[in-house]
């Protein structure tokens, strides 16, 4: 589904961010990338949500090479994810649900199945009674949580969070996990950034990265015993 | 298709709420737009009543018709109901030599032309033409010409071609106006989009990464453009309106003072029409490059 192949990424005026980065993430997967501050975690899910270009190598998402796409498709590419960022990017000036229903403004969904669709997501995250509220007004954890609704209320198929626990206590950061672990089950591609190994499940997969270097590939438990099935 | 539509509405409603929220600098733009349009407005109309009063002046130019000095009566006759009969005449006026020469001795003040044994002068005919148009003037000018006992036909148009020079020089005066205040114009509300783009920069960047089209993030900016070039236009309506009516109670007093039904008259229809649309198209145009310049900078 995800594809690495030799991936580098530069940006102007510095080193390597990413040095030859190879690696395979499976559709359902539920995969945590994690290493110090600066080893490139980010840099890595933004060329995986083609925010980002890779420098050399080549990003292959559903069998799409990024690289190659023209600046028009891009767009379209990048509706397939559900993104949760690290500084939320919620619009202050907009209360919750017009916060969720930006992505599916994007893809032209409107009216009640619009409705239906945005308190179906804050419902799942417990928000569904902030609906009128000011993200201003909401918590750290609120807040969070109101971006990943805004992440899943387009149905994507792969979820990317940039360090979603990050400035959370431990009790607002098991309950997103649980949130995670929930959309996991449903089929949706989970691809998380952390520093916070505590929080990571054995059966996960892990891409552990070391200044720019993959350093280790720990693959998913699902995926580890398909391979024992069919030898 | 309905997609595509829901996607224009949303944006409509968008932008029309946003515009209401600040309605003070929505209401200051239009008036903004609406002077800058009027000026070559005005101007526009001033030439056009000059010329509607070009057209209406009829007694002006005049043909002169000098006839051969050999020409018989029956000739002449012939010629007067020629005249008559011609579409194109509105009136003539037949002096014949013997009433020219009088007219000459008396006002001349010359005593030796008296002692002319014979009148030097010829018969003649002054045409009123219909119309004011030089061309048909000047074609029955040379229709006359050939007529036969015709010795010259002189037109004295030069006063009407000075005055359809000097409004050819205004109508192009107008059309310089109005591109340097259009280009003035795309600078204003560039520069307002422009502002509005640095006021939802974050909007629009969230909007990229999560997968809006650079037309899906244009689109609003768009319309906000056309709203504002809609807006100035009529606003530029109702001051060329207000204008016209201040105009018209005061020429109307000179007009009845000179017994004349002058009256100052505003746009036409199709003028107006085609006022409000430029506007809303240089509010579209402004808007895009705008927009475009911002995306750009944006880049990715």
């Not at chain 1, 992505?103 to 569904?128: F, Q």
């Not at chain 2, 733009?29 to 009063?53: F, Q």
């Not at chain 2, 018709?65 to 020409?71: E, H, N, T, V």
């Not at chain 2, 029409?273 to 808007?287: P, R």
């Amino acid at each position: 589904m995800i594809v690495f192949d030799q991936v580098s990424k530069r940006y102007p005026g510095s080193q390597e961010v990413l040095r030859n980065v190879s690696f395979e993430i499976q559709s359902g997967d539920m995969v945590f990338v994690i290493g110090h501050s600066g080893a490139g975690k980010s840099t890595l899910l933004k060329l995986i949500a083609a925010t980002e270009r890779p420098t050399s190598g080549t990003v292959l998402i559903g069998n799409q090479n990024v690289s190659k796409l023209r600046p028009a498709a891009i767009p379209y590419l990048r509706r397939k994810f559900g993104l949760v960022f690290q500084d939320h990017k919620l619009l202050y000036d907009r209360n919750c649900y017009e916060n969720v229903a930006l992505p599916l403004y994007i893809n032209g969904i409107t009216g009640s199945e619009a409705g239906k669709r945005i308190r179906a997501a804050l419902d799942k995250v417990g928000l569904l009674g902030k609906e009128k509220a000011l993200p201003i007004t909401l918590s750290g954890g609120e807040q969070q949580r109101l971006a990943i609704a805004r992440a899943v209320v387009s149905r994507p198929s792969i979820l990317i969070a940039d360090e979603p626990t990050g400035n959370l206590d431990e009790g607002y950061a098991s309950e997103i996990m649980g949130l995670f672990h929930a959309f996991q089950q449903v089929g949706v591609t989970i691809i998380i950034a952390t520093h916070d190994i505590s929080s990571i499940d054995s059966q996960a997969a892990v891409l552990q990265l070391n200044q720019g270097q993959l350093e280790d590939w720990r693959r998913s438990a699902r995926q580890a015993s398909a391979e024992t099935v069919q030898p | 298709m309905r997609q595509w539509l829901s996607l224009h509405a949303q944006a409509m409603r968008h932008v029309i709420a946003r515009l209401r929220k600040n309605m003070l600098a929505t209401f200051m733009m239009w008036c903004v737009m609406g002077i800058t349009l009027s000026l070559p407005g005005v101007l526009y109309i001033a030439i056009d009543n000059l010329n509607r009063v070009a057209g209406s002046v009829q007694s002006e130019p005049q043909i002169s018709l000098f006839l051969k000095l050999d020409i018989q009566p029956d000739a002449i006759a012939d010629i007067k109901k020629r005249l008559s009969d011609h579409a194109e005449v509105a009136g003539y006026r037949f002096v014949s030599k013997q009433d020219a020469w009088e007219e000459l001795k008396k006002n001349s003040g010359l005593g030796s032309i008296s002692d002319l044994e014979q009148n030097p002068l010829p018969d003649a005919f002054f045409i009123q033409p219909k119309g004011s148009n030089p061309e048909a003037i000047e074609g029955l000018q040379h229709e006359l010409q050939q007529w036969p006992g015709v010795e010259l036909a002189q037109l004295d148009a030069t006063w009407i071609k000075r005055l359809y020079a000097v409004l050819e020089l205004g109508r192009k005066a107008v059309l310089i106006l109005a591109v340097l205040l259009g280009f003035a114009l795309l600078a204003i509300i560039g520069n307002t989009i422009r502002l509005q783009v640095v006021t939802q920069l974050d909007e629009i960047e969230v909007s990229k990464l999560i997968g809006a089209t650079d037309n899906f993030i244009r689109r609003p900016f768009l319309y906000a453009g056309t709203f504002y070039g809609l807006g100035g236009g009529l606003a530029a309506l109702v001051f060329l309106l207000g204008i016209t009516l201040l105009f018209n109670s005061s020429t109307a007093e000179i007009a009845r003072l000179y017994s004349s039904d002058f009256n100052l008259h505003f746009l036409d229809f199709f003028s107006s029409l085609s006022l409000i649309f430029i506007a809303a198209l240089l509010g579209w145009i402004g808007s895009y490059t705008a927009v475009n310049r911002s995306l750009r900078r944006l880049g990715k």
